[in-house]
């Protein structure tokens, strides 16, 4: 079972940078990718950058440009950096982790709790 804790979130004023971070624990024997997601109020949770073990990212087209999402295999950690913050990315921020816990298990998502971002003047 791999746990997720996030950090870093908080208000921040619109134009601002805000930094999160992602540590995962636990049995981890692989790791195939990690990221973030979000989720407003009255909104389903949305993708908001992905980056595998190699390296490999995918972003959302709201955060191209902005946001940029980083890995540390050693550590097994995620961050995501934030410029240009804007009203529309006040959200719950949540990590994601998709690994196997064993050389003989299957691969097996894991949410952290969130953190709150709120972005306003």
């Known amino acids: 079972q791999v746990q997720l804790v996030e950090s870093g979130g908080g208000l921040v004023q619109p134009g601002g940078s805000l930094r999160l971070s992602c540590a995962a624990s636990g049995s981890i024997f692989s790791m195939n990718y990690m990221g973030w997601y979000r989720q407003a109020p009255g909104k389903e949770r949305e993708l908001v950058a992905t980056?595998?073990?190699?390296?490999?990212?995918n972003y959302a087209d709201s955060a191209k440009g902005r946001f940029t999402i980083s890995i540390n295999n050693a550590k097994n950690t995620v961050s995501l950096q934030m410029n240009s913050l804007k009203f529309e990315d006040t959200a719950v921020y949540y990590c994601y982790a998709l690994a196997a816990a064993t050389r003989t298990s299957g691969l097996r998502g894991a949410w952290g709790q969130g953190t709150l971002v709120t972005v306003s003047s």
């Open positions: 980056i595998s073990s190699g390296g490999f990212t």
